[in-house]
C-alpha cells in the first residue's frame, strides 16, 4: 500500500469525448508523474507536476494536459478522445527536487474508449 | 535518450526454480534502476532499487545489481513462488527524474 489512490477506477468514454482522471499522492509528496499504460506494454511518461507547476513533458499531444492542486493532488484530462487513448492510466508520487526520490504508484485507472 | 531493454517472455517456471530476468538500459550520466511488479489487474509496486555502481537492491528475495561496465541490471531470484507470478519491469529515472521503463517480462509460476 503505498497511500497513492487514482479515482476512478474504471471508466468508459466514446470517441471525441473529454475525460479527467484524479490522483492523491502520498502524504509529504509534493510531485505527481503520469504515464500511460497501453495494455502489454511499458509505461510511457506523460508529464510530471512540482509545486503546481509542469516539469517536463513526454511525446504526448496537447490534448493531454494536467494541474497539480495546493494540497498536491492532481488531475489529467484528456480531450478528443481517440481509440488508442484507451490504456492503463497511472499516477506516481515522489518528494525532493522535482521529483529526486522513488516514484510509488497508485493503482491506476483503466479507460476505454469505444 | 534513455532506454530500458528487457528480456522478452513469457516466462514459465517450476515452483523453486532460478528466476533471471535480463534488462539492460542506455543512459547518459548516471541514472537510478529499479524493478517494479505489476499483479495481474494492479498498478506498478517497487520490487527493488539501486542508486549507484555495484549497489545491489533486494527485496522479498528478489536481487540485482547495478554494473556499469556493462549497463545491466538483472533481477535474479533463487527459489520462485506461485504467488511470483507477475509482470516485472526494469525502469531507469535519469536526470530529468522522469522513470523509462522497459516493455515487461510476464512470468509464470506454476505449482
Known amino acids: 500500500e503505498t497511500g497513492v489512490t487514482q479515482s476512478p477506477t474504471h471508466l468508459i468514454k466514446t470517441r471525441g469525448q473529454q475525460v479527467t482522471l484524479r490522483c492523491s499522492s502520498q502524504s509529504g509528496h509534493n510531485t505527481v508523474s503520469w504515464y500511460q499504460q497501453a495494455l502489454g506494454q511499458g509505461p510511457q511518461f506523460i508529464f510530471q507536476?512540482?509545486?503546481?507547476?509542469?516539469?517536463g513533458r513526454g511525446n504526448f499531444p496537447p490534448r493531454f494536459s494536467g494541474l497539480q492542486f495546493p494540497n498536491y493532488s492532481s488531475e489529467l484530462n484528456v480531450n478528443a478522445l481517440e481509440l488508442d487513448d484507451s490504456a492503463l492510466y497511472l499516477c506516481a508520487s515522489s518528494s525532493g527536487d522535482r521529483g529526486r526520490e522513488t516514484q510509488y504508484f497508485g493503482p491506476g485507472t483503466r479507460l476505454l474508449v469505444l | 535518450g534513455n532506454s530500458v531493454t528487457q528480456m522478452e517472455g513469457p516466462v514459465t517456471l517450476s515452483e523453486e526454480a532460478f528466476l533471471t530476468i535480463n534488462c539492460t538500459y542506455t543512459a547518459t550520466g548516471y541514472p537510478s534502476l529499479f524493478w517494479y511488479v505489476q499483479y495481474p489487474g494492479e498498478g506498478l509496486q517497487l520490487l527493488l532499487k539501486?542508486?549507484?555502481?555495484?549497489d545491489k537492491g533486494s527485496n522479498k528475495g528478489f536481487e540485482a545489481t547495478y554494473r556499469k561496465e556493462t549497463t545491466s541490471f538483472h533481477l535474479e531470484k533463487g527459489s520462485v513462488q506461485v504467488s511470483d507470478s507477475a509482470v516485472y519491469f526494469c525502469a531507469l529515472k535519469g536526470n530529468d527524474y522522469k522513470l523509462s521503463f522497459g516493455a515487461g517480462t510476464t512470468v509464470t509460476v506454476r505449482a
Open positions: 507536476y512540482y509545486r503546481e507547476e509542469e516539469n
Open positions: 539501486a542508486t549507484k555502481a555495484d
